[in-house]
């Protein structure tokens, strides 16, 4: 097995973990957003410490432009706080296919960056994403339900922080993963800072949401943000970014088969319409082509 396609395997295996973000939140109990962040944030962090004291000499690496630190707090703090708030204030499964959509802003995004082109099928991806997340979050015809606002808001707000994250940390390709301990660090220290100044403190009540919460530290809030480092720096970016699009179905499955969310059709229409979307923005990155050689080429 080639370098290239074993981080891919680990990039994908962030996608996997990812799927289980819903499912822990949701079972771990009603602890308020930062201290969930900070709790989950710093068992996050403890795979990195790890390597660290066991090669002290990598904490050089750490050292890196002020822009790199901006955009990895604010990417990871950002995200994962306005994703517990979507949870905590509307039905785990239109919170998360809302915020899923970030596979779908990442391509579209980055058909708009330099070098790049926006064609049709960016823009009707974007089109069957859209119509789907207004099916999920339409009550009644084309109403909000005024009960979820609040997550609903905060969900499509943590769509665009990750996406953005996204396409920003593509032009630090050359910086460690290491650097992601110090990410989750800050993260969990500004969590901390946020939940005593604004938050009322709630322990899990059985062992059960403390189980759900080691789970959220060790996988989706922490070795997953390792493996996808490592997966798009080292491995095949663009078939991690198509792969990135079973994420939204994995979670829901997750949900339905533990019994957190009840099947239905207008959920199940809803994941084709974004998931669809999503393929269809990403048809360059699942169709594209080897380029020929050149006669000159061949013959050289």
């Not at 706080?81 to 998360?96: D, H, I, K």
């Not at 789907?132 to 339409?138: D, N, R």
């Not at 938050?199 to 009540?205: D, F, G, L, Q």
């Not at 490592?230 to 491995?235: A, I, M, R, Y």
Request: aromatic residues 12%; hydrophobic residues 55%; proline residues 4%.
């Amino acid at each position: 097995m080639t370098v290239k396609l074993k981080a891919t395997f680990i990039g994908f295996s962030a996608i996997l973990m990812w799927s289980l973000l819903a499912l822990f939140t949701t079972a771990s109990g009603q602890m308020p957003p930062f201290q969930l962040s900070a709790i989950c944030f710093l068992i996050g962090s403890l795979p990195g410490i790890c390597v660290l004291i066991a090669r002290p000499e990598r904490l050089k690496l750490l050292r890196q432009p002020a822009k790199v630190w901006i955009v990895g707090i604010a990417g990871l703090f950002g995200y994962h706080f306005l994703y517990f708030t979507a949870l905590r204030n509307a039905p785990a499964v239109e919170a998360g296919l809302i915020a899923y959509l970030w596979p779908l802003l990442i391509v579209v995004g980055s058909a708009m960056l330099p070098g790049e082109r926006l064609r049709w099928y960016h823009i009707a991806g974007a089109l069957a994403g859209l119509a789907g997340t207004a099916l999920i979050v339409a009550r009644n015809g084309l109403s909000f339900d005024g009960a979820h606002t609040l997550g609903y808001g905060a969900a499509f707000l943590c769509a665009f922080a990750w996406a953005g994250y996204s396409l920003l940390t593509r032009r630090f390709d050359a910086v460690s993963t290491d650097v992601v301990t110090g990410f989750c660090l800050a993260t969990a220290l500004l969590s901390l800072v946020c939940h005593l100044a604004l938050e009322t403190t709630v322990w899990p009540a059985t062992g059960f949401e403390w189980f759900a919460v080691l789970g959220l530290g060790l996988l989706p809030v922490g070795a997953a943000f390792y493996a996808w480092d490592f997966g798009v720096k080292n491995g095949d970016i663009q078939i991690l970014g198509a792969a990135s699009y079973a994420a939204p179905l994995l979670s829901t499955l997750n949900l339905v088969l533990t019994g957190f969310a009840e099947p239905s059709w207008r959920i199940a229409l809803a994941c084709v319409l974004v998931t669809g979307g999503a393929v269809l923005a990403a048809k360059d990155m699942i169709l594209r082509r080897k380029p020929k050689r050149s006669a000159e080429g061949a013959a050289a």
